[in-house]
């Protein structure tokens, strides 16, 4: 007979789990095989998609190797040692739970997983921004070179420019009101 049960993320289990990330950021860590470890939670993750929760945690999961991975988003370093150090802790996660129970190990990755993921939301985000940037940019006319790797300094004046755009957009709109270059502030 299967039931589902629904566990909170209590502040006690939280600071559990980031007692445990605390610990993991101090050892020396081997990245290359921690990624690999990872990879196959996720093959394992994504092989046992039973709910929701668990596919959103792998397509986190799956993010966060990508960013460390990926050459051109070039990864600040202090957000690359975090994301390895919580990668580091699926190579031991399975130590502390019994074979018989699977379940229960997934349960635990899924948590630590959301609890980063939550933690790197802006990095998370702006590297979603960068590879859509990317797909436009290799579909747009300015990209000719087929063997040229797209970096995050492209992307960075590419957001640059949009920003100076719609302030200049900005400024025309409303010393269209004002009279002014933006501003109600007058000199008497």
Known sequence: MEKTYQLNLTENLKNHLEDMLQK????????????????????????????????????????????????????????????????????????????????????????????????????????????NFVKAYKKSPLYKDSDQQVTQEEWIKAQKKELRERLKRRRRRDSKRTGLRGSNFTIV
């Open 24 to 131: 993991k950021k101090s050892e020396k860590i081997n990245a290359l095989e921690t990624i690999e470890t990872s990879k196959l939670l996720l093959d394992k993750l994504k092989g046992n998609s039973q709910s929701n929760q668990i596919n959103e945690s792998a397509e986190k999961l799956s993010n966060m190797i990508d960013m460390i991975e990926d050459k051109a988003w070039d990864m600040r370093e202090n957000n690359r040692n975090y994301v390895l150090a919580v990668l580091s802790y699926f190579n031991e996660s399975k130590q502390n739970v019994p074979k018989s129970l699977p379940e229960l190990g997934v349960l635990f990755d899924t948590m630590m997983i959301d609890l980063v993921a939550e933690e790197l939301t802006h990095e998370r985000d702006s590297y979603n921004d960068f590879k």
